[in-house]
Every structure is written in C-alpha cells, then in structure tokens.
C-alpha cells in the first residue's frame, strides 16, 4: 500500500490558491451580553474554517467603502449597535460594486446591550433595497429539512435554528435556500448589481461554544451541517461558484466494511484518510487481533493475525484523520461475516 502524504499535499495547497480575502465586522455589538462572535471566541471555527480558503481579517472600525473595497466578502454577525447612514450606503454599494455580504440575525427583541435595538431592527432600516428583510419573529426548529438544492447548500442535509428569525423575500433576485416546516424561509441569498449577498435568521447555527467563560455559549457549528452551510455561503459569496465544503470540514466516516478474506478486512471511508493509524487506540474488531493496519486512498486494509470468526463484529474507529486534518470522533460499524 502507497502511503498519500504527496497528494495530500497537492490538494492542500490547491485549496489556498483562491486569493480572496474576508472580513469580519466585530464594532457594532458583536461581543454584548451573551454574545462573542469574533473571530477569536464564539466564531473562530468559522474564521479557522475559512482560513483553509481565504485571508480573514477582523475590523472594529466603522465600515467604508474604501475598507471594504479591500475584501472581497463582508461576515456581519447580529450586530447590536446599529450603523450609521454612512455605514448602510457603503455595505450597499459594496454589494452593488461586486463584492458579498453575509448577513446574520438573531430572533425579534434580541437587544443584549439594552439600547433598543435588536439585529432584524438594525439590518431592516436598509437591507429592502436588496430585495428581501427579516420577519419580526422568533422560531426554533431542528433538524430543517427543507433545505433546497441552491449554490450554497451543496453537501447540506439539514441545520438548525435555536430562537432565531425568518425573512420575507419580495424581490426576483432573492431566492430561499432553506425552509422551516411552515414554509417560512429561514436562508436566502441573491444578487445586487454585480455582488452577491447571503442571510440567514440566527446566530447560534455558528457558534462553537467557546469564548469568554462566563458567557452561555452553546456548540451550533457542529450541529448538521451548520458549518458546512456557513463555509458554502462565503465560497460563493468570494467567487460566485457552489462548492461543497462538508469534504474539508467534516471527520472521516466509515462507508462499508468488506471481509475479503477471514484474515483481510478492508474499510471504506467517505474520503481519503491519512497513515499511519494507530491501531491499539483507533481500530479494534471484537473478537480478533490485529496484527496491520494498511492505508491507500479512501481504504483502510485490517490485517488480522488470526481467522476472524464467523458472526457478527463491530469496528469501533476513533481519531482517523483525513488529508484536510479532521479527525474522526469515537464511533461504531457493526457487519457480519
């Protein structure tokens, strides 16, 4: 068996060729009350995550055109102070200009520092001239299934919204990627001039749980296919193309287990995996010892010293990484022989 460390160098540096660059809006209440969506609390898988594609910057200034211009893609989370006339004009035209925005919300009265604004106040005083706003409401739902086969949700089977807001789309350009049960949409994206804009009506669907310890924070990212959703958005908002990132942020996982000989079991993952596996930590099968571990590609060949008996086994993996650096969490397959 060959070992993958060339290729997986080729595809990594393949995935840092795309040039763009992204920012995070942390000035306008990002970090009240509960909150920490920055880049280095709450919201930094989301950074980490995009850092395997783009440069991520984080800027407290007030935003203008001239500082936008440097980026290709604006990330705002629910802000809580609301931006200036001057603010509003510059996330537009640097719509309309060519350039993306992600648009992030949280439920109706979501007003953590108390001054009388909440996020869907804030973004609809100027977002209807893209076509769409966000609803006065609050809804929770998971999993989402209606989730639509758009340029962002490639990969995405379901996500969730914990107290979060819908939106109201009335404008051709504007399109709903996904809806809650009541047909509500809940993530839209569209066009605007020669730009492209994302939004969705929670927050939490992004939060990894860390931050500022005595904030209650609570681990969304890894819930469904948040994160994926999340990574596909600012892809498509950098480049205009869909891709499915689930193949970069998501752990290995076991495909099928095929006994080709009593003494030879070969396992198939959903992508390819990197060696050396450790095997007293990361591979045991109930009653057989193993004596070798081979990778090649998407295979793990299991080598056992002895016959594996006939009936049923459970492959129990843990901590197999793939080429992208994803390990894979402590799980079980069962099959028969």
Do not use: C
Not at 108 to 117: C, L, Q, S, V
Request: proline share 4%; glycine share 8%; charged share 20%.
């Amino acid at each position: 068996m060959k070992k993958i460390i060339t290729v997986s160098l080729i595809v990594l540096l393949a995935v840092f060729a795309l040039g763009a660059s992204v920012l995070f809006d942390a000035g306008h209440g990002q970090s009240v009350g509960n909150a920490d969506w920055t880049v280095n609390g709450a919201y930094s898988d989301f950074a980490n995550a995009l850092k395997r594609f783009f440069k991520v910057d984080e800027t407290y200034q007030p935003l203008s055109l001239s500082l936008l211009k440097g980026y290709s893609v604006l990330v705002i989370p629910e802000p809580n102070i609301p931006f200036s006339q001057e603010e509003e004009n510059a996330i537009i035209n640097f719509v309309k200009d060519g350039g993306g925005v992600f648009f992030i919300a949280d439920h109706e009265g979501a007003d953590r520092n108390h001054n009388g604004w909440d996020a869907v106040s804030i973004y609809d005083d100027f977002v209807k001239k893209l076509g769409f706003d966000f609803a006065q409401d609050t809804r929770s739902q998971y999993p989402i299934k209606y989730v639509f086969k758009t340029p962002i949700t490639l990969g995405v089977k379901n996500v969730g919204e914990w107290a979060g807001s819908t939106l109201n789309i009335f404008g051709k350009n504007v399109h709903a990627a996904v809806e809650l049960y009541t047909r509500q949409p809940y993530v839209i994206y569209g066009t605007y001039g020669k730009g492209r804009f994302v939004a969705i009506g929670d927050s939490s669907p992004f939060d990894d749980g860390s931050g500022a310890p005595w904030k209650s924070l609570y681990d969304g990212w890894h819930t469904g296919d948040d994160g994926v959703l999340a990574v596909n958005s600012v892809y498509w908002l950098a480049t205009g193309k869909s891709t499915n990132t689930s193949v970069y942020l998501k752990a290995p996982t076991v495909e099928s287990v095929k006994v080709v000989s009593p003494t030879k079991i070969v396992v198939s993952f959903d992508k390819k995996i990197l060696a050396p596996i450790l095997v007293r930590l990361n591979v045991n099968i109930s009653n057989a010892k193993v004596k070798d571990v081979e990778v090649e590609g998407n295979e793990m060949v299991i080598l056992l010293s002895e016959k594996l008996s006939k009936g049923k086994h459970k492959l129990i993996t843990r901590g197999i990484k793939d080429v992208y650096g994803n390990a894979s969490p402590l799980s079980s397959f069962s099959f028969e022989y």
